[in-house]
Structure formats: structure tokens, C-alpha cells
């Protein structure tokens, strides 16, 4: 084991293993990694959320591109994956 052989790793296993003893300390522990963990899951949420928003804001404006330069709605679908119903209504907007 590497704590036998490196002092310092040795230390730190002993620390480890007093906290790991102590009821209030373990509970600090584990209130601490809830908190990572669900800090960490709340970015990925809105990195996610992000970049889905960035995604649509680019084919939605891929579209109205393409209706500037009379592509036909049907096509306009078919490369971005949007609905015809969106697209018409981006028609009405330009």
C-alpha cells in the first residue's frame, strides 16, 4: 500500500481515517459532496438548456437565410429539421 511506503500518504490515510470516525465531520463530508454534486448537475442542466437555445437560434436563422434567397419551405425543412409551420411563420416575419 502506498501509505505504508510515503509518510506523507501516511499522514493523510491516518487523517482520513480519524474524520471518518467522527460523526459531525462525516456529516460536513457528505453535506459538502450533496452540494458539489448538485451544483455540478445544475451547470450541466444549463450548459445543456444553452446550447439546445444556441442550436435552434442558429437553424432558425439558417432559415430565414435560405427564404431570402427563395428556397422553397419544403427544403428549408428538410435541411434544417424545423416544421413547416415554423418556417411559414418566419416567412411572414421577413
Excluded: C, V
Amino acid at each position: 500500500m502506498i501509505a505504508k511506503k510515503h509518510d506523507e500518504f501516511k499522514e493523510t490515510a491516518e487523517y482520513l481515517k480519524e474524520i471518518s470516525q467522527d460523526e459531525a465531520m462525516r456529516e460536513i463530508a457528505f453535506k459538502r459532496e450533496t452540494f458539489l454534486r448538485d451544483w455540478a448537475a445544475r451547470n450541466k442542466q444549463s450548459f445543456n438548456k444553452g446550447l439546445e437555445q444556441g442550436i435552434e437560434q442558429g437553424l432558425i436563422l439558417t432559415a430565414k437565410n435560405m427564404l431570402r434567397r427563395g428556397t422553397p419551405i419544403k427544403y428549408i425543412s428538410e435541411d434544417t429539421g424545423l416544421d413547416i409551420s415554423i418556417i411559414k411563420a418566419l416567412q411572414n416575419k421577413i
